[in-house]
């Protein structure tokens, strides 16, 4: 006869408490617990991979975009640059312009300079042209006759007559063209101008005029007692009338002569001359240059 056991009544487990493998080797269940923890981050470090992917994508994204704006700005300054190349281009093309319009004008006024003298010649012949008939009588004072209160052209005529009657030229009132005083910026009597009517007929006079005074000594040249003019006697200077530019020409060609040891200098037909010493070739002075070219010899 079997006998059926009835299994034992199961205990309550008991409460597990530190092992005395715990208790006497802490150090060696630290060490596991370090383990296992080792053991869970191994375990996670796909996630962290997952993260990194992650991160780099964000960073190719981020790089990328700066790439981007590196290229755009890279793309702006391109165009700037050649703005700025356009600009300085255009500049250079206006400065080129404004260069070439400066050449023209200057000369133009070249040009316009020998326009301007070619004319300034041709109005000093036409005014010696003018003039070739005329004469200009110096340092008589104005003579009144009858009372007069103004000189007249008939007094003036009247003493250009008796000028020519003591150099032993024939003059007639059909002779003078015109006559008449000048004002000027010397002080004394007011020159007169006489026109004639021929060449001839001024030469005349003035080659008269010479011949008188190289005869006579100085104290009795030409002056005021042979014209019959009253008063202190003053010496009478007689010449051809000569436009204003040779008029200073001839002024400074007569310092000239006396700072360079010249004996002559005179005017011919509005033309201004010098001579060195009797006998040597006459200079014909045209302008101040040829004043400074003589002074170098």
Same mark, same amino acid.
């Given at each position: 006869?079997?006998?059926?056991?009835?299994?034992?009544?199961?205990?309550?487990? /008991?409460?597990?408490?530190?092992?005395?493998?715990?208790?006497?080797?802490?150090?060696?269940?630290?060490?596991?617990?370090?383990?296992?923890?080792? #053991?869970?981050?191994?375990?996670?470090?796909? &996630?962290?991979?997952?993260?990194?992917?992650?991160?780099?994508?964000?960073?190719? +994204?981020?790089?990328?975009?700066?790439?981007?704006? @590196?290229?755009?700005?890279?793309? $702006?300054?391109?165009?700037?640059?050649?703005?700025?190349? !356009?600009?300085? =281009?255009?500049?250079?093309?206006?400065?080129?312009?404004?260069?070439?319009?400066? =050449? &023209?004008?200057?000369?133009?006024?070249?040009?316009?300079?020998?326009?301007?003298?070619?004319?300034?010649?041709?109005?000093?012949?036409?005014?010696?042209?003018?003039?070739?008939?005329?004469?200009?009588?110096?340092?008589?004072?104005? #003579?009144?006759?009858?009372?007069?209160?103004?000189?007249?052209?008939?007094?003036?005529?009247?003493?250009?007559?008796?000028?020519?009657?003591?150099?032993?030229?024939?003059? =007639?009132? #059909?002779?003078?063209?015109?006559?008449?005083?000048?004002?000027?910026?010397? $002080? +004394?009597?007011?020159?007169?101008?006489? $026109?004639?009517?021929?060449?001839?007929?001024?030469?005349?006079?003035?080659?008269? @005029?010479?011949?008188?005074?190289?005869?006579?000594?100085?104290?009795?040249?030409?002056?005021?007692?042979?014209?019959?003019? /009253?008063?202190?006697?003053?010496?009478?200077?007689?010449?051809?009338?000569?436009?204003?530019?040779?008029?200073?020409?001839?002024?400074?060609?007569?310092?000239?002569?006396? !700072?360079?040891?010249?004996?002559? #200098?005179?005017?011919?037909? +509005?033309? @201004?001359?010098?001579?060195?010493?009797?006998? !040597? /070739?006459?200079?014909?002075?045209?302008?101040?240059?040829?004043?400074?070219?003589?002074?170098?010899?």
């Amino acid at each position: 006869m079997s006998h059926q056991r009835s299994p034992p009544p199961t205990s309550p487990a /008991p409460a597990t408490g530190p092992t005395l493998y715990e208790v006497c080797a802490p150090e060696i269940c630290e060490s596991d617990t370090a383990s296992e923890r080792s #053991c869970s981050r191994n375990v996670s470090v796909r &996630n962290k991979r997952r993260h990194g992917d992650d991160d780099i994508k964000e960073l190719k +994204g981020l790089i990328s975009s700066l790439t981007s704006k @590196v290229d755009q700005s890279f793309l $702006e300054l391109k165009q700037k640059n050649t703005e700025l190349k !356009e600009s300085l =281009q255009f500049m250079s093309d206006k400065y080129d312009l404004i260069l070439k319009t400066l =050449q &023209n004008l200057q000369e133009e006024r070249a040009d316009d300079k020998k326009t301007i003298q070619k004319l300034e010649e041709k109005i000093e012949f036409l005014e010696r042209k003018n003039r070739s008939t005329s004469l200009e009588i110096r340092n008589i004072p104005i #003579c009144l006759q009858d009372d007069k209160k103004f000189e007249s052209k008939e007094d003036a005529s009247l003493i250009v007559k008796t000028l020519a009657k003591a150099v032993e030229v024939d003059i =007639q009132d #059909c002779d003078i063209k015109d006559i008449y005083r000048i004002q000027t910026n010397r $002080e +004394g009597s007011k020159p007169i101008i006489v $026109e004639l009517n021929s060449v001839l007929k001024k030469d005349k006079i003035v080659l008269g @005029v010479k011949n008188y005074n190289r005869k006579k000594p100085n104290e009795d040249k030409l002056n005021t007692r042979h014209l019959n003019i /009253p008063g202190p006697v003053k010496p009478v200077y007689i010449s051809e009338a000569l436009t204003p530019n040779a008029q200073k020409l001839f002024y400074a060609a007569r310092q000239f002569a006396r !700072e360079n040891g010249y004996m002559y #200098c005179w005017t011919s037909h +509005g033309s @201004v001359f010098l001579r060195k010493a009797e006998g !040597e /070739p006459q200079t014909r002075i045209e302008s101040a240059i040829n004043l400074k070219l003589l002074a170098k010899k």
